[in-house]
């Protein structure tokens, strides 16, 4: 089954910590992207990647890190939490942005940072 | 810096009503796309649009799109139950002539809908 797999996804944490939220998917797509998703402001894109080893920032990318060494996997990284990133994150993949294609989403992850 | 708005924010109506759910971006798009989320769970994709003018429908959801008025339109008929949930447009900002697509997807607030019997 075509799909874009996040894990884990709730994970409750204390400032800090770092942690890592793992996204894969199994369409070969060449674009992914991470979103954060929080009331009243739609969702912002943190972090998206063209291709392997092509990533750059979206709207709201302070405090992230992502990475992206193989083209199934992009990983959001969260070197030192805080409360404000404190939030419902989702990727998301579509086969090439040079086809207009729609996003496919994960389920999301869930994340509370005390 | 490119804005989607989205109006209404939320919306509660009648089974049977027709409504219509407003997008508005603040730069130059020919690529517009609608995704639905139901409460608690992922988003899905509803219609891409990819120039002026394009309409789309599917059941009683019809999107259409107008790029000089920056505008794009989701329209629903004779609501039913099963559509409630929040609606999403996204638009895909325009890229410098010759650089190919970017890679930003920015979202509006989202439409909560609420269909009541």
């Known amino acids: 089954e075509a799909q874009v797999t996040q894990n884990p996804r709730y994970l409750i944490t204390v400032t800090g910590k770092k942690l890592t939220v793992t996204c894969s998917q199994n369409?070969?797509?060449?674009?992914m992207s991470w979103y954060r998703q929080d009331p009243g402001l739609g969702l912002r894109q943190i972090y998206y990647?063209?291709?392997?080893?092509?990533?750059d920032k979206g709207d709201v990318p302070e405090g992230y890190k992502v990475s992206r060494k193989e083209k199934r996997n992009f990983p959001l990284i969260l070197e030192s939490p805080s409360p404000n990133q404190t939030s419902l994150y989702f990727c998301?993949?579509?086969?090439?942005?040079?086809?207009?294609?729609?996003?496919?989403f994960g389920n999301g992850t869930r994340l509370t940072v005390t | 810096e490119l804005k989607v708005e989205q109006n209404p924010l939320f919306l509660s109506m009648q089974e049977g009503k027709n409504y219509t759910i407003y997008c508005n971006y603040s730069t130059t798009s020919d690529r517009l796309y609608w995704y639905r989320q139901d409460p608690g769970k992922s988003l899905e994709s509803l219609f891409v649009?990819?120039?002026?003018?394009a309409v789309k429908q599917e059941g009683r959801l019809m999107a259409s799109l107008d790029t000089k008025a920056r505008l794009s339109t989701l329209h629903i008929t004779a609501a039913v139950h099963d559509l409630s949930a929040t609606y999403f447009c996204?638009?895909?900002?325009?890229?410098?002539?010759?650089?190919?697509?970017?890679?930003?997807?920015?979202f509006g607030q989202g439409t909560t809908l609420q269909v009541k019997p």
């Open positions: 996204a638009v895909d900002p325009w890229a410098p002539v010759g650089s190919g697509n970017t890679g930003k997807l920015i």
């Open positions: 990647s063209m291709n392997v080893e092509v990533t």
């Open positions: 998301a993949s579509s086969l090439s942005r040079s086809y207009n294609s729609p996003l496919h």
């Open positions: 369409m070969n797509h060449e674009y």
């Open positions: 649009l990819l120039s002026n003018g």
